[in-house]
């Protein structure tokens, strides 16, 4: 069993910041891609950022120069660290990680989601 603890999120003015944190417990043997989605109301959910398991990362044109994802592999934690926050990033977040199994079997994890709201 994979369990996805997400943190972090909350209320904060336009030009903020803030950190999201996603930690994976269970049973692992190593971590893949890890990402963050988000969703924002009446609109589908959207990748915000990923990083592979060689820290390359890849981002939304929409949060490019504005967010940075991370992790720490001896955590097994992902962060998204989000700056100049604007209120169109208002959304609840996602962690999401394709996880392997002792057994070696790929399985695709979601987190619960963590609200983010920007106020203008």
């Known amino acids: 069993q994979v369990q996805l603890v997400e943190s972090g999120g909350g209320l904060v003015q336009a030009g903020g910041s803030l950190r999201l944190s996603c930690a994976v417990s269970g049973s692992i043997l190593s971590i893949n891609v890890m990402r963050w989605y988000r969703q924002a109301p009446g609109k589908q959910r959207e990748l915000v950022a990923g990083i592979t398991s060689d820290d390359i990362t890849n981002y939304a044109d929409s949060v490019r120069a504005r967010f940075t994802i991370s992790r720490d592999n001896a955590k097994n934690t992902v962060y998204l660290q989000m700056d100049r926050l604007k209120s169109e990033d208002t959304a609840v977040y996602y962690c999401?990680?394709?996880?392997?199994?002792?057994?070696?079997?790929?399985?695709?994890?979601w987190g619960q989601g963590t609200q983010v709201t920007v106020s203008s």
């Open positions: 999401n990680t394709v996880v392997v199994s002792r057994f070696g079997v790929q399985t695709n994890y």
